[in-house]
């Protein structure tokens, strides 16, 4: 009975009309619709539009489904490229945002992929220390990117961090586990150091993982036979962000801050 | 594994209703649905629980969404020309003219109305779904409901004559 006081709301009416009205709202909302024309005018206007809605797209439903969905068939990879190209940029986008990282730690680990992390931290904890030259080759120059890609032997990219006060002092090219690694130095204002390090990886595609090793940490993931490490301090929650926003910026090719919030977690509850 | 196949399988009939109504083009519908699929295949390990059909909702609505923004540079070939249809009556006429009210949505309204009417969706799942607050949801939800009633009563040769 209070509640039938209550005024009822434009989402009330929306939600009256879409069956997701609480239960013990009901009774006030036809009581309100009784003596407001208008409203039950309107309410009426989105049933039917509701219904020819349904009455249009809901029978395609009901149509058997198309062999090209099968799902046997389209789990087979590269069986459709342009699928899979398309498929894998946005897997970047909702895959970096998917919240699948705290739950990284539970997938089985290759060899492979702990020696890639084992040689990018080892390479991190190395250069991050160095005064004098912790880079060969500086960021401005213009060779960087195609010296460290030809070498390394894939297209390379220096994700732009700037969000995280990271500028990129330069990279160098070190020895790797499958030949030649590139490996990117960046650098706050306060002189803290962070790495991505790249290099070509047999082991299959990954969602990206968080290590630590003493005080430095690492997330990589492996992504169209490329391994990739972000290397800096322990701090997991900054650097597992720092790293996801790398991640996008490398699979997606999109700029990175455009497609934040845009896809919500999906853990488990 | 088996569950999660099963899972999405079982969705697909649901997920080309939403594409078809979404798109309003049988091929790029399916072509959604075919991408939708393949990258939630190979996305298995990043999905850890929750409502799979919710999930598999949200990609499509990005793969969508992406295509949309590719296609921004070009001008779209977008069919609400009402000449052809204004004479019909009947249900083709009715069936034809939400087809063209929708066209007229902006594609997150359209989203958010399809994803409630149709596919039977909570206002917060639409929400995650876009990725919005639940007030971004309702507010969509409600210039879509007025925006199909201004169309199609500007359409209507019946309302004219009542005036």
């Known amino acids: 009975m209070i509640d039938r006081d209550l005024p009822v709301t434009a989402d009330e009416l929306h939600a009256y009309v879409d069956g997701l009205l609480p239960p013990d709202r009901r009774a006030a909302v036809e009581a309100w619709l009784a003596v407001h024309p208008n409203d039950a005018a309107q309410v009426a206007e989105w049933r039917a539009q509701a219904d020819t809605i349904r009455a249009r797209y809901g029978v395609i439903a009901n149509e058997s489904v198309p062999v090209r969905f099968d799902l046997d068939r389209l789990a087979q990879p590269r069986r459709n490229w342009r699928s899979v190209a398309v498929a894998t940029i946005l897997a970047a986008i909702v895959g970096a945002t998917a919240g699948w990282i705290a739950h990284g730690a539970s997938a089985s680990s290759q060899p492979g992929f702990e020696q890639l992390s084992a040689e990018a931290l080892a390479a991190h904890k190395l250069y991050v220390t160095e005064v004098r030259h912790p880079i060969e080759v500086g960021a401005g120059e213009d060779h960087l990117l195609p010296w460290l890609s030809r070498r390394v032997g894939a297209t390379l990219r220096a994700p732009n961090l700037e969000a995280y006060s990271l500028k990129l002092l330069g990279g160098r090219l070190l020895p790797g586990p499958n030949g030649a690694a590139a490996l990117f130095m960046y650098e706050t204002p306060a002189g803290e150091r962070y790495t991505f390090y790249c290099s070509r990886a047999n082991t299959p595609r990954t969602a990206l993982r968080y290590n630590t090793a003493g005080d430095a940490a690492a997330v990589l993931w492996v992504e169209s036979d490329m391994g990739y490490v972000v290397s800096g301090p322990a701090e997991r929650d900054k650097l597992i962000e720092i790293a996801q926003s790398a991640y996008r910026e490398i699979e997606s090719r999109l700029p990175t801050r455009s497609t934040e919030n845009r896809v919500p977690p999906r853990r488990g509850s | ?163």
């Open chain 2, 1 to 163: 594994m088996g569950g999660f196949r099963q899972g999405v399988a079982a969705t697909v009939p649901a997920l080309r209703r939403y594409a078809r109504a979404l798109t309003r083009d049988a091929e790029l519908a399916d072509d959604l649905v075919q991408d939708t699929l393949v990258r939630a295949l190979r996305s298995e390990h990043l999905f850890h629980g929750g409502d799979l059909r919710s999930w598999l909702y949200t990609i499509l609505t990005n793969l969508n969404r992406n295509r949309l923004r590719a296609l921004a540079r070009r001008p779209t070939m977008a069919a609400i020309d009402d000449n052809d249809a204004a004479d019909l009556a009947g249900p083709e006429a009715g069936s034809r003219d939400i087809e063209r009210a929708l066209a007229t949505l902006a594609d997150d309204q359209r989203s958010v109305l399809l994803l409630v009417v149709l596919e039977g969706l909570s206002y917060r799942e639409v929400a995650e779904v876009q990725g919005v607050p639940i007030g971004t949801v309702m507010s969509r939800l409600s210039r879509a409901r007025m925006q199909i009633k201004d169309y199609l009563d500007g359409k209507r040769p019946a309302l004219r004559r009542v005036k």
